[in-house]
């Protein structure tokens, strides 16, 4: 198991904020891979918190069409159930998750004009659940957890 050094009862949080260009997510991504290998999780739980959370954050790089001075806040919280994930930030509303649950939905502009384009949603619902998108004033805010199993456990 992955279980980190947390009590049941227990939760940690970092929190971050995001200059929205590639290589300010770059850093954010190590600091996070550091602050979640000082509490002791395997390597396997910590990639696959690096995809999810790697992908979240370029999309809204590459597509959010934010400012320099319009951060992407992000928490990352460990406690004895998975790795809680919220992201917040200050770009047009951006639905991908919740419209690609549908059955009757259209694929997202940037999965059209690219043909390789498109797998980050898949990517971000095969590791992670419990998505909820909430509406806030001038942006998006994003939850989700990343289980505490490998692939191995939940086969």
Known sequence: ???????????????????????????????????????????????????????????????????????????????????????RDEAPEFHALEASRRVDAEPCAASIQLAEGGYGVFLIQTLAQGFRYLDVDHGNHLEFLIPLTTHSEQI
């Open 1 to 87: 198991m992955a279980y980190p050094a947390v009590r049941k009862a227990e939760q940690i949080a970092l929190s971050l904020e995001i200059v929205p260009t590639a290589l300010c997510v770059r850093s954010a991504l190590g600091r996070i891979d550091n602050w979640l290998t000082s509490y002791g999780l395997e390597k396997e739980c910590r990639g696959n918190a690096q995809l999810v959370i790697a992908e979240v954050l370029n999309n809204i790089v590459e597509h959010g069409n934010l400012r320099p001075e319009q951060v992407i806040r992000t928490t990352v919280s460990l406690n004895y159930a998975g790795i809680t994930c919220s992201v």
